[in-house]
């Protein structure tokens, strides 16, 4: 029995579509590993090339340097990531969730209005930004940083909270009401436990934007107030000289925590993304 000619057609495109995308996404992790490895002389030479004999030169170069760039900007991003997704969790699992159970029209436009603030690209609301806390005294702060993450994110995770609590049943909450507990004790007790999934998919997506944010850090912080990794990338790179060894190995170190972040929680980030989807 023939195979149509359009199976056949769907049985190769569809490999040779994976592999070319898959090859797109590996190129430029592959330009950052070899030059890792490699002297900044033999960079310019041959960016593409292996790192023939491999060398942690430039790694070295960098944990090493007299203004500690590295060191400053991966204590601030850890503490402004820490904060901001911790804070974006607790009250959008706490906000989805009393969405989520309230009825009327009301919480089903609050819903809306809230998914209105992911429409917003943040370099558009960046001036108005800037002048709030300029006029709050929260300007080149931490803490003004963690506020504009949380005020942005937060949209993101009631979309996600929201949509997940719809597998949970509200019989555990109503049987816990009727032994006596109050409705802090039944969410902090019993609904947040079952939200783990959902908590380690907000946790993994905020952590990855707001590690890799440049543009609120740049602004927002300063470079009298301290750096972060992003921006570190970007101050390592001079107006007429550039180390690229170094740029490179800036763009190794400052990978390895998200990516060892992605990895502790990745077995609850496809439930997590999927929850809520079946159901009404």
């Known amino acids: 029995m023939s195979t149509p000619s359009g199976l ?11 592999t070319f995308v898959t090859a797109v996404f590996f190129v430029p992790l592959y330009v950052v590993l070899v030059n890792v ?49 911790t ?3 607790v009250i959008s699992a706490m906000l989805g ?31 108005p930004v800037t002048e709030v806390l300029r006029s709050l005294g929260l300007m080149t702060t931490i803490v003004g940083l963690v506020l504009v993450n949380v005020g942005y994110y937060v949209p ?8 997940f609590m719809k597998t949970i049943p509200i019989e555990l ?17 019993i609904v947040f436990p079952l939200l783990r999934p959902a908590s380690a998919s907000v946790l993994i997506f905020l952590g990855v934007w707001v590690w890799n944010d440049f543009l609120n850090p740049l602004l927002l912080l300063g470079p009298a107030s301290g750096t972060t990794v992003t ?17 490179f190995a800036l763009m190794f170190l400052a990978t ?25």
């Not at 909450?173 to 007790?189: H, M, P, S």
């Open 8 to 18: 056949r057609t769907t049985s190769w495109l569809r490999p040779f579509a994976a």
């Open 37 to 85: 490895f490699k002297q900044g002389q033999d960079i310019t030479a041959d960016p593409v090339g292996l790192p023939v004999p491999p060398s942690l030169d430039s790694v070295r170069q960098v944990l090493s340097r007299p203004d500690h760039l590295f060191w400053y900007g991966l204590v601030n991003s850890v503490e402004i990531t820490a904060i901001s997704i």
């Open 87 to 89: 804070a974006v969790t």
């Open 97 to 127: 969730h009393y969405l989520a159970r309230s009825q009327g029209r009301w919480a089903r436009a609050a819903l809306a209005f809230l998914l209105c603030g992911l429409m917003i690209p943040p370099a558009v609301i960046l001036e």
């Open 156 to 163: 993101f995770g009631v979309f996600v909270f929201t949509g």
């Open 173 to 189: 909450e109503e049987a816990a009401a009727l032994d006596g507990a109050g409705r802090f004790r039944i969410f902090w007790q």
């Open 231 to 247: 921006v570190g990338i970007y101050r390592a790179i001079g107006e007429h000289h550039s180390d690229f060894g170094q740029v």
């Open 256 to 280: 390895l925590p998200v990516l060892i972040f992605y990895l502790a929680f990745q077995k609850h980030f496809v439930k997590g993304l999927t929850g809520g989807a079946t159901k009404g």
